[in-house]
């Protein structure tokens, strides 16, 4: 339908247009011919002389002389021309007579002739018109051509394009209905735009898949890791309620129970952490920050809580930063109680603050059993832990949640590690 009105409005288009190119083109040539007749007169011992050249007719243009009276001195008009007894010099008029249209004009050569003769030339509309109309014609085949091949195109593109489509329709259809998200979208025509499409809607599809699979294995890991601290308790609880007990035993009890917990309640704490900040509600308050000093803070009190049985050195060095402080504290006491957790009685922990092509980082080294290098890449995984021995000690969110602060204030946390060498994590921050 619209290549349908495009070619009515061409059409239009070339039929007005023609018009007005055909009635401008054909006063410059009738002035442009009497203009040329005009130079072959001249008066010769007072005689009119005609020289070789001079046509009283040519294209269907009337050439006539006329004296200062409007006789004809030489040259006819054409049929049904009725002659005025007036004249407009270089203008080209129109006349009608008969029923029949007429253009007309006049011009006089003063140098050689003075103001006694006139050139007049005079072409019937229908003699002139009737040579444009061909290619006007011509025109309009020529637009009638292009909409039917347009046309045939359309549909043969039309088909290959739809065919494209109502497969990549049906894929998706299946995906809504069965959460098929394993399926993938196919197209067989060779059209760039369609396999741009087709694999973007693939990339999407891969970024669900990835993504629901985590969201299953979060709920698995998580399932797994309140099942261990919910059974302790239950067994302290039923082992309490089985027999009686002696004050020790009941503190005793008391105590695991309240270490369980707490171990679920920070896990509960860091789980709503990561989920504030994946939503983005967690508002990041900005302000200046002087990294030495929490730095130094968080060590003071993690080397109280470790006792004699690790050793933090710190190496401070000037390191402002903007920021959430109490997020970036998060994030680097998980960095400092994971390397004290993984590196007690394996030698001190090294933290260390400085400034590096534009940003300011923190660093914490242990001197532990370490992380296999095709682990690395692993270990921001919510719930991750490398391997069974580290399955007692920690619950596998403070790595991500540090990531996830260090992301939300544009910056990052790199780890260099090898099996017994010890790892060391270096959280960096965009510098003042």
């Keep these: 339908m619209a290549a349908f009105v495009m070619a009515v409005v061409q059409i239009l288009f070339v039929n007005i247009w023609s018009n007005v190119a055909v009635e401008?083109?054909?006063?410059?040539?009738?002035?442009?011919?009497?203009?040329?007749?005009?130079?072959?007169?001249?008066?010769?011992?007072?005689?009119?002389?005609?020289?070789?050249?001079?046509?009283?007719?040519?294209d269907g243009i009337y050439f006539l002389l006329l004296n200062d009276k409007m006789e004809v001195v030489a040259g006819s008009y054409p049929d049904k021309f009725v002659p005025d007894e007036g004249a407009t010099l270089n203008h080209t008029r129109i006349v009608k007579c008969r029923g029949e249209t007429f253009y007309v004009h006049d011009m006089q050569k003063i140098k050689t002739l003075g103001t006694g003769y006139i050139m007049r030339g005079v072409v019937r509309r229908a003699d002139i018109f009737s040579r444009y109309q061909t290619l006007e014609y011509f025109s309009y085949l020529s637009i009638v051509a292009v909409f039917g091949i347009v046309t045939v195109c359309g549909l043969v593109l039309g088909r290959r394009i739809s065919g494209s489509l109502k497969g990549m329709c049906r894929t998706a259809e299946t995906i809504g209905r069965d959460f098929s998200i394993s399926e993938r979208m196919e197209h067989n025509s060779r059209f760039y735009e369609l396999a741009v499409l087709t694999d973007a809607e693939n990339r999407m599809l891969d970024r669900i898949e990835h993504a629901v699979k985590e969201q299953e294995q979060f709920t698995s890991d998580a399932a797994h890791e309140l099942r261990t601290p919910v059974a302790v308790i239950s067994a302290q609880c039923q082992s309490v309620a089985g027999r009686e007990q002696s004050r020790e035993e009941l503190l005793e009890a008391l105590e695991v129970i309240e270490r369980q917990a707490g171990r679920i309640n920070a896990m509960i704490a860091q789980l709503l952490h990561l989920s504030r900040l994946d939503q983005e509600q967690t508002k990041i308050r900005r302000e200046e920050i002087d990294l030495v000093e929490i730095v130094q803070s968080v060590c003071e009190d993690e080397q109280e809580k470790a006792g004699e049985s690790v050793a933090i050195e710190m190496r401070l060095n000037k390191a402002e930063t903007s920021g959430d402080i109490s997020l970036i504290m998060i994030a680097f006491r998980n960095l400092l109680t994971n390397a004290i957790k993984f590196g007690a009685g394996c030698g001190g922990i090294e933290v260390e603050t400085g400034t590096k092509d534009g940003e300011v980082y923190v660093s914490v080294r242990d001197h532990g059993c370490g992380i296999k290098e095709e682990e690395l890449e692993r270990i921001f995984q919510r719930f991750y832990k490398e391997d069974k021995s580290r399955n007692s000690q920690g619950i596998g969110?403070?790595?991500?949640?540090?990531?996830?602060?260090?992301?939300?204030?544009?910056?990052?946390?790199?780890?260099?590690?090898?099996?017994?060498?010890?790892?060391?994590?270096?959280?960096?921050?965009p510098g003042m």
């Design 24 to 58: 401008y083109d054909v006063r410059q040539n009738l002035a442009r011919e009497v203009r040329r007749n005009l130079k072959y007169i001249e008066i010769r011992d007072g005689e009119l002389y005609f020289a070789e050249g001079y046509e009283q007719k040519q």
């Design 397 to 429: 969110l403070g790595l991500p949640l540090a990531q996830k602060i260090a992301l939300r204030h544009g910056g990052r946390i790199t780890a260099v590690s090898g099996a017994g060498e010890g790892s060391t994590f270096t959280l960096f921050l």
